[in-house]
């Protein structure tokens, strides 16, 4: 059963950093595209950050380019969301997502697995 976990949310101020973990198992990692995606309170789930099977190609939301960083280690199946100079409007459950199509990766239909979620909260 595939499972992909998050884990590195938490409470922090205007400004500061985080770093979002996701773990998968269950799948051949490195087949995937990953992604991640974010939903605010009230609020339909956006996409954030994707990168495709190899890592060579990352895409990002305007509204997170410059600030956040995807990456994906294939020996550790684990992908990366470093988050820096983070704002109040970042507030959200991140969620991670696998796909095999990466051409999709925008889509929230198009994901193929999910994760449960992990809550990042800034305070201004």
């Known amino acids: 059963q595939v499972q992909l976990v998050e884990s590195g949310g938490g409470l922090v101020q205007a400004g500061a950093s985080l770093r979002l973990s996701c773990a998968a198992s269950?799948?051949?990692?490195?087949?995937?595209?990953m992604a991640w995606f974010r939903q605010a309170a009230g609020k339909e789930r956006e996409f954030v950050a994707a990168i495709n099977f190899s890592g060579g190609f990352t895409d990002y939301a305007d509204s997170v380019k410059g600030r956040f960083t995807i990456s994906k280690d294939n020996v550790k199946n684990t992908v990366y969301l470093q988050m820096n100079s983070l704002k109040p409007e970042d507030t959200a459950i991140y969620y991670c997502?696998?796909?095999?199509?990466?051409?999709?990766?925008?889509?929230?239909?198009?994901?193929?697995?999910w994760g449960k979620g992990a809550l990042v909260t800034v305070s201004s």
């Open positions: 269950a799948l051949t990692f490195r087949n995937y595209a």
């Open positions: 997502a696998a796909e095999t199509n990466y051409a999709q990766r925008r889509s929230v239909g198009a994901m193929d697995y």
